[in-house]
């Protein structure tokens, strides 16, 4: 550590909720959080006392900010992988490090090495070469239709994902013109989704989350039930050791996701992240060590803490935005209405769609906890009028 | 509220360690968090985005502070209560008020209206007039010695509080040169201390936390039982009841601590507080809403939240400084041998004996639970060696 007596300091690269969430436990283990924020608007902008404004895409910015940091992470995959390099070489460790993140940033590349290491995953092929739409017919009469076009990168809350029921020349086209790598999927028939959170650290320790179910709705996860109900016990371990050996054999060095479909075939990987995860919010008061301190711990190569669950059952749901930007006002009558439930929200704009914060429920009956998460959501999102059908579902980060 | 797509904004004087883990609270709130610091080191300023430098003694500074506030509230009772009924008059309303802040800056006050409720307290006379020396004396030969004499105000952790075996006629002289207000109490036998946290809300809801056990060494609070262990429901329920009606009866809104004796009479009240409390840092973890957030809810008059305990035991433990201020390498030893243990610092310069952080630790069996805080708080000040006798106990806030 640079000086000990004020302790670390911890750079984090992009200003989103994620950063937020992070300056709470960081307020907790007397980390100092340096935010790298586009804006001084951006929701840990408006938390925390050191935000440098800048672009995280920018190398100029990147090392400006790095510099003092006892080690840089991220809020998101965005940031190039030579961009922290550049930043390693000139002294200051980034966890996870470009080699590892990689595999969070390109589909492509994360499937390619995932299958080599024998990780069980969807099946899929590059589309690129003289004729891609032969590629994709050719996968779609392989593995049946529909199959799913992905962007190998930049894509998140199924932004960057079609689902073709036949080539469609004319959408494959349009995407390949405007420089995008695709890459083709099989759509894959699942029961549920399933997450696996994990934590190394550079020593190489690590610790799992309870397995949780993720619902989604149009690609935005809308709630997570934690633990999974009724997932099997052999299973859920499965699922902790896949993650753990995923961490272990990419070197992440912090939090890691994997996205899973649990289905006939038993679980395949579906995308990884390596940061605080949307799938892992529940872990703030429904856990004994939050996903935030656990990844400021994991970077910081810390003892990890407990990933023990504070209740039976620990469900979150995501709150978006509705019409009314008046959420605050919304949130009175949620509180009053449940005085165990919790308020997350992200200081952002409210558009409607938009994930603006989150809420979380605990307890020993899911049916019962499920419902006070859903209802505090959606009275957040549509007041007492409940949804209006002129509102678009579509989400954005 | 002002702004209602932003939030509100709660302004709070004092930039010490409650302001600090009051932010933690305000982020998941979407609570814009204000802080009127002394310095830019204050451990609130730290890890806040909203700081203004200033005097909260100068009315200058608290009305230019409040100026945009919802409301505003404070970290500690220096603020001047002539300040205070200004800033209200101005506009901004102040939780608590002036009248209500009175009782938890002036002792002789809080005892005069105390009694006058009926509420158990110590015998106590004023040291005033002609004679000052003639009450202590009457006052010792009237309860039997030793008596504690008392600052009536700006004491705190034990300064301002001197127990007298007899006439101090030297000690008493001094103290009224230096222009302080004294008052007698006598000297309390009791069984141990107990502390009652409640909130009430403008609205006038209320909500107590459950009775906690407070352990003192040389003035300072060391750790906080929670619950009191083997304490009687009736007398537990009787607290709460006592520390409710007080809240309502002197109209505080925000957090009110009561601290108690118990002894073979009963329950006597000993100080108040009306501002988070050390006592209650242990529901940070170890309750369904942290003392923290409970303020904030109470002071934007918005519902309270849940009091319920996360375990059936919590013992909070606070890290006083020790002789090296490399706390942050001590805390990686902490976590490694207790990975279920919480460290909370509060980013101040580590000085022997100073309140620096606190540790808190969960679990079914008070001895293991209470072990392990005290085992990581030890370890935290002295490191591998223990105590060293050349450290002074001396604390300071």
Same mark, same amino acid.
């Given at each position: 550590?640079?000086?000990?007596?004020?302790g670390?300091?911890v750079?984090?690269?992009?200003g989103?909720?994620?950063?937020?969430?992070t300056?709470?436990?960081?307020?907790?283990?007397?980390?100092n959080?340096?935010?790298?924020a586009?804006?001084?608007?951006?929701?840990? $902008?408006?938390?925390?006392?050191?935000?440098?404004?800048?672009?995280?895409?920018?190398?100029?910015?990147?090392?400006?900010?790095?510099?003092?940091?006892?080690?840089?992470?991220?809020?998101?995959?965005?940031?190039?992988?030579?961009?922290?390099?550049?930043?390693?070489?000139?002294?200051?460790?980034?966890?996870?490090?470009? $080699?590892?993140?990689?595999?969070?940033?390109?589909?492509?590349?994360?499937?390619?090495r995932?299958?080599?290491?024998?990780?069980?995953?969807?099946?899929?092929?590059e589309?690129? &070469?003289?004729?891609?739409?032969?590629?994709?017919?050719?996968?779609?009469?392989?593995?049946?239709?529909?199959?799913?076009?992905?962007?190998?990168? &930049?894509?998140?809350?199924?932004?960057?994902?079609?689902?073709?029921?036949?080539?469609?020349?004319?959408?494959?086209?349009?995407?390949?013109?405007?420089?995008?790598?695709?890459?083709?999927?099989?759509?894959?028939?699942?029961?549920?989704?399933?997450?696996?959170?994990?934590?190394?650290?550079?020593?190489?320790?690590?610790?799992?989350?309870?397995?949780?179910?993720?619902?989604?709705?149009?690609?935005?996860?809308?709630?997570v039930?934690?633990?999974?109900?009724?997932?099997?016990?052999?299973?859920?371990?499965?699922?902790?050791?896949?993650?753990?050996?995923?961490?272990?054999?990419?070197?992440?060095?912090?939090?890691?996701?994997?996205?899973?479909?649990?289905?006939?075939?038993?679980?395949?990987?579906?995308?990884?992240?390596?940061?605080?995860?949307?799938?892992?919010?529940?872990?703030?008061?429904?856990?004994?060590?939050?996903?935030?301190?656990?990844?400021?711990?994991?970077?910081?190569?810390?003892?990890?803490?407990?990933?023990?669950?504070?209740?039976?059952?620990?469900?979150?749901?995501?709150?978006?935005?509705?019409?009314?930007?008046?959420?605050?006002?919304?949130?009175?009558?949620?509180?009053?209405?449940d005085?165990?439930?919790?308020?997350?929200?992200?200081?952002?704009?409210?558009?409607?769609?938009?994930?603006?914060?989150?809420?979380?429920?605990?307890?020993?009956?899911?049916?019962?906890?499920?419902e006070?998460?859903?209802?505090? $959501?959606?009275?957040?999102?549509?007041?007492?009028?409940?949804?209006?059908?002129?509102?678009?579902?579509?989400?954005?980060?």
């Amino acid at each position: 550590m640079r000086n000990p007596a004020q302790g670390p300091v911890v750079g984090m690269a992009g200003g989103g909720q994620l950063a937020r969430m992070t300056q709470q436990a960081a307020i907790g283990l007397g980390v100092n959080l340096r935010v790298l924020a586009g804006s001084p608007d951006d929701s840990a $902008a408006k938390v925390c006392a050191d935000v440098r404004i800048g672009d995280d895409r920018s190398l100029d910015d990147l090392s400006a900010f790095a510099k003092g940091c006892d080690v840089v992470t991220f809020d998101h995959e965005h940031v190039p992988g030579g961009h922290i390099e550049a930043v390693e070489a000139a002294g200051t460790p980034c966890r996870p490090g470009a $080699a590892a993140l990689l595999h969070a940033q390109d589909k492509l590349v994360m499937r390619d090495r995932l299958s080599a290491l024998g990780a069980p995953c969807p099946r899929y092929a590059e589309v690129g &070469g003289d004729d891609p739409l032969a590629i994709i017919e050719g996968f779609g009469r392989e593995t049946g239709w529909p199959v799913v076009l992905k962007a190998t990168r &930049g894509g998140y809350d199924g932004k960057g994902v079609w689902v073709l029921d036949g080539p469609d020349e004319g959408l494959v086209r349009e995407l390949l013109a405007q420089g995008l790598s695709l890459m083709v999927e099989e759509h894959v028939p699942f029961r549920r989704e399933l997450a696996a959170l994990v934590a190394r650290s550079p020593h190489g320790q690590g610790a799992a989350y309870p397995i949780v179910e993720t619902v989604q709705e149009n690609g935005i996860c809308v709630e997570v039930l934690a633990p999974a109900p009724g997932l099997d016990e052999e299973i859920a371990a499965e699922a902790q050791r896949l993650a753990l050996e995923i961490a272990e054999r990419l070197g992440v060095t912090g939090l890691l996701a994997v996205e899973l479909f649990e289905g006939d075939r038993g679980l395949l990987v579906n995308e990884l992240a390596m940061r605080p995860h949307n799938s892992g919010h529940w872990t703030i008061e429904g856990s004994r060590t939050s996903q935030f301190e656990q990844h400021l711990r994991a970077v910081l190569d810390l003892p990890l803490g407990e990933t023990r669950p504070t209740a039976p059952y620990v469900v979150m749901a995501n709150v978006l935005g509705g019409d009314d930007p008046d959420v605050h006002s919304r949130y009175l009558h949620v509180m009053a209405h449940d005085p165990g439930i919790k308020v997350n929200l992200y200081g952002k704009e409210v558009r409607p769609g938009r994930k603006i914060g989150h809420v979380t429920a605990l307890g020993d009956d899911l049916a019962d906890v499920r419902e006070r998460a859903r209802h505090a $959501a959606d009275y957040l999102r549509w007041g007492p009028g409940g949804p209006r059908k002129e509102t678009t579902l579509k989400g954005d980060a």
